[in-house]
């Protein structure tokens, strides 16, 4: 009878389902802002691609959970496994963080898929995460960004910058905008609207114009100076506690990360289609579009070049980053400008690499 009972009871564990690994995920964004559905569609792969057994996410809102600054904390705590960020937002930690996010009048999106991919970029975020306890997986990529927005005053040169309470992200681009005269205002995408609308800030930037149409812009400003110099590309991610993706078998890993590139994919080609139809849909509003001339981009571009060299060299890691995506430039710009027109975006004449390289001990 014992024998018999041993027997049934190990058929029984036998035909258990395996106990799945469930991650709790949250992000920065909010709901009413379009950047959210980058993490959704990741989310929705890993779902997808890993079996039940294995791994599964339980996705929150930006705000539902932690707030949108606590995020980085909550992940390296342990207290949830992963969450969506945007890198920049995390540079007063380590000012690293800064370029793995964006680039002032550097990188744009191809140039941010083929470092990542292809000349040694995916190592580095994990690097940076890395001395924080997560695992890293770009999963996200948007052209330059909108340009800034403004309630009664357009900006169609760079001296008109002068003196304006911006709205702005970034280390670099702080910094860069108080050379150029303006002052930067640091807040929440979700705070933006109504301090546009209570006049608190003259102007903002926040994201491509699809996301800046979704955030409500068009109903407190009038007009929108082009291009978005500050940041010509941006990125965005999963941080993963090292504990939790250590937990995972090698099998599972794989296909977050395949999620992850073909995410990346979608990302640029659905925020490009929506960025057009959102450029449509301001205009149709009644903003007035401006675009800076292209010697006010030279000017910029030599500013931005200077900010670059300055903060990179505040800090080995910062300049290893840089390094890194300045050797990229240099090496891709050989075949990137042999096969233009029909190429793979711009070779800037940008900061110097010799002197970022040194600043990184290289």
Not at 9 to 37: C, F, Q
Not at 109 to 129: F, K, P, R, S
Not at 147 to 154: E, I, L, Q, S
Not at 222 to 249: C, E, R
Request: proline share 4%.
């Amino acid at each position: 009878m014992k024998k018999m009972m041993t027997i049934a009871a190990l058929a029984l564990s036998t035909a258990a389902p395996a106990v799945a690994e469930t991650w709790t995920m949250t992000t920065t964004w909010p709901s009413s802002l379009e950047l959210i559905e980058t993490d959704k569609h990741w989310v929705k792969m890993v779902n997808d691609l890993v079996d039940d057994d294995k791994l599964q996410i339980e996705f929150y809102d930006g705000g539902n959970i932690v707030p949108a600054g606590e995020v980085f904390g909550a992940v390296e705590s342990g207290t949830i496994q992963a969450g969506a960020d945007w890198p920049g937002y995390w540079a007063g930690r380590d000012s690293a963080f800064s370029p793995l996010a964006t680039t002032a009048s550097l990188f744009n999106a191809v140039d941010y898929v083929n470092w990542i991919q292809e000349w040694g970029g995916a190592d580095l975020y994990n690097e940076v995460y890395g001395k924080f306890g997560m695992v890293y997986l770009p999963y996200g990529v948007t052209n330059n960004e909108s340009g800034f927005r403004t309630v009664n005053k357009p900006i169609k040169t760079v001296d008109d910058l002068k003196g304006l309470r911006l709205r702005l992200s970034g280390l670099e681009q702080g910094k860069l905008l108080e050379k150029l005269g303006g002052n930067q205002v640091s807040m929440a995408g979700g705070e933006i609207y109504q301090s546009l609308e209570r006049g608190v800030i003259d102007g903002a930037e926040f994201s491509t114009p699809n996301v800046d149409y979704s955030g409500g812009f068009q109903q407190v400003t009038k007009y929108w100076s082009t291009p978005g110099w500050h940041q010509s590309s941006s990125v965005f991610g999963v941080m993963i506690n090292k504990a939790a993706w250590d937990a995972l078998d090698a099998e599972t890993q794989e296909r977050l990360k395949i999620a992850a590139n073909a995410t990346m994919l979608w990302s640029l080609s659905f925020t490009e289609k929506r960025a057009t139809e959102a450029y449509g849909e301001f205009k149709a509003a009644g903003v007035e579009i401006d675009r800076l001339d292209d010697a006010a981009l030279a000017q910029i571009q030599q500013m931005a070049n200077e900010t670059i060299e300055e903060v990179a060299c505040q800090n080995p890691l910062s300049a290893k980053v840089y390094a890194s995506q300045l050797s990229y430039l240099k090496d891709y710009s050989s075949w990137r400008d042999a096969s233009a027109p029909f190429n793979l975006g711009r070779t800037p004449n940008g900061p110097d690499l010799a002197k970022i390289e040194a600043c990184a001990g290289q």
